[in-house]
């Protein structure tokens, strides 16, 4: 089965400091993924990757970055954060768009 | 653009009740679709999916039918059980990035 792993599990951080999100996937998956949720917005895709050295925007892309240095592993960096960015991000990894994907425990962040 | 609507954000049910819960979509074509579900503190897990009118998908006596006429891939559920208390997220891939609807809750009464 599809393991996908996340760490912090929970972190605070302060206004305007650098905050970064890391996730390591054990099942050789091409594509990766993060998403936030939020109560009334369900998950909502910030960014994703093809794959190692890829990229890419999702639909709420503002205020993050993200790095995929290997197959294995996806960061998701906020560079000054902000309280707006409080939520819960999920990790996913999968290996095509049109199948499923596994999704890691998540992260909490709160920003004070 | 791409949207998945669940109609429901909350649901209450006792032990074996029949269960709806609403998804329409949004999308040229033939998207992929998919139901979720996620208990409290986890993160999603993948029930099943669908990409063909008509298709049926089903996992742990969940069901849904593609319906290209109405839109529409409504999870349904026979008789639940208070396990089954959790969060439902109906999802679509189309030709851009996967879209998640807002979730259904459903609680469960034994």
């Known amino acids: 089965e599809a393991a996908v792993t996340q760490s912090p599990r929970n972190k605070v951080a302060v206004t305007g400091g650098k905050v970064t999100l890391s996730c390591n996937q054990t099942?050789?998956?091409?594509?990766m993924y993060w998403y936030r949720q939020d109560t009334g917005h369900g998950l909502r895709l910030i960014h994703y990757s093809y794959g190692a050295g890829s990229t890419e925007k999702g639909d709420i892309p503002d205020g993050y970055k993200a790095s995929r240095p290997s197959q294995e592993n996806f960061s998701l960096i906020l560079e000054l954060a902000t309280p707006s960015q409080t939520s819960v991000y999920f990790c996913?990894?999968?290996?095509?768009?049109?199948?499923?994907?596994?999704f890691g425990p998540g992260t909490r962040l709160t920003v004070l | 653009g791409d949207s998945v609507t669940q109609t429901e954000g909350q649901v209450a049910l006792s032990e074996e009740d029949f269960l709806t819960i609403h998804c329409n979509y949004s999308?040229?074509?033939?998207?992929?679709l998919f139901w979720y579900v996620q208990y409290p503190g986890e993160g999603p897990q993948f029930l099943f999916r669908a990409s063909r009118d008509k298709e049926k998908g089903s996992s742990r006596g969940f069901e849904a039918t593609y319906d290209k006429g109405t839109t529409s891939f409504h999870l349904r559920k026979a008789s639940v059980q208070e396990s089954d208390s959790a969060v439902y997220y109906c999802?679509?891939?189309?030709?851009?990035?996967?879209?998640f609807g807002a979730g259904t809750k459903l609680s469960v009464k034994p």
């Open positions: 999308a040229s074509g033939y998207p992929a």
């Open positions: 099942n050789n998956h091409n594509n």
């Open positions: 999802a679509l891939r189309d030709n851009n990035a996967p879209r």
């Open positions: 996913a990894s999968g290996w095509d768009w049109d199948y499923e994907q596994y």
